[in-house]
């Protein structure tokens, strides 16, 4: 079946890095991909919606200098935090649209777990 | 503005007995309706979906849902729990195709033995 993976699946960084987690569709070509973020036993927020070859949308309240998104091929969405600081640890989970005729299915990657020190 | 509420935190049953997860939600337009699964440390586990057609859904794992329009709900439910189902439960929306899944807060459900 149709699979979204995420890399990496851990990671823990010093205060002021940058970090870069992809997400790949990987039997499937996706131009709409979603980013979101979940804190410890709450739900997932909706960050950013990815586009192949344009602009991400962001979602009120996220800062787009703070959370770049790239997502330069059908099958790859990049989110970079930039100047990680303590309050960015979360839980990072990227899901992407697949589309076969009028079907559309949307799956989710296993997320990304960050921590900043 | 699309939204999605669960009432309860949390569910207790016992296994066997059944199970009830509920949800209600809010679009302006014909709803797509979504329920996942997430289990410590784990991505989401998808579990059913409602896009059109009969109300009630099967889904993965014995449940199934029930789409009531006019209550706006669209509850969990499976008639015998396992200990095993033990799990965060989200319900989640959309009211097109092609755009972002809105989720609940989740539901956690705790089956004892």
């Known amino acids: 079946g149709a699979v979204v993976s995420q890399h990496p699946s851990w990671v823990i960084c010093k205060s002021g890095t940058s970090v870069k987690i992809e997400c790949r569709s990987l039997d499937f070509q996706a131009t709409t991909m979603f980013w979101y973020r979940q804190f410890p036993k709450q739900s997932l927020m909706l960050m950013a919606t990815s586009n192949e070859g344009s602009k991400a949308t962001y979602e009120q309240g996220v800062e787009k200098d703070k959370f770049l998104i790239n997502h330069a091929s059908l099958t790859l969405s990049t989110l970079t935090v930039t100047s990680a600081h303590p309050e960015d640890s979360s839980f990072y989970i990227c899901?992407?649209?697949?589309?076969?005729?009028?079907?559309?299915?949307?799956?989710f990657g296993p997320g990304t777990r960050l921590l900043v020190l | 503005a699309q939204s999605v509420a669960q009432p309860e935190d949390q569910v207790n049953v016992a296994e066997g007995n059944p199970l009830t997860v509920k949800c209600t939600y809010s679009?302006?337009?014909?709803?797509?309706l979504f329920w996942y699964v997430q289990y410590p440390n784990r991505g989401l586990q998808f579990l059913l979906k409602y896009i059109t057609g009969d109300n009630l859904v099967k889904g993965s794992y014995g449940f199934e849902a029930e789409f009531n329009k006019s209550q706006t709900s669209f509850h969990l439910k499976k008639p015998s729990a396992l200990v095993s189902d033990s799990a965060l439960y989200f319900c989640a929306v959309r009211d097109q195709a092609g755009t972002a899944l809105i989720f609940g807060k989740g539901t956690t459900l705790s089956v004892s033995s």
């Open positions: 899901s992407a649209i697949r589309l076969a005729g009028n079907q559309e299915t949307q799956y």
């Open positions: 679009v302006s337009g014909n709803p797509y």
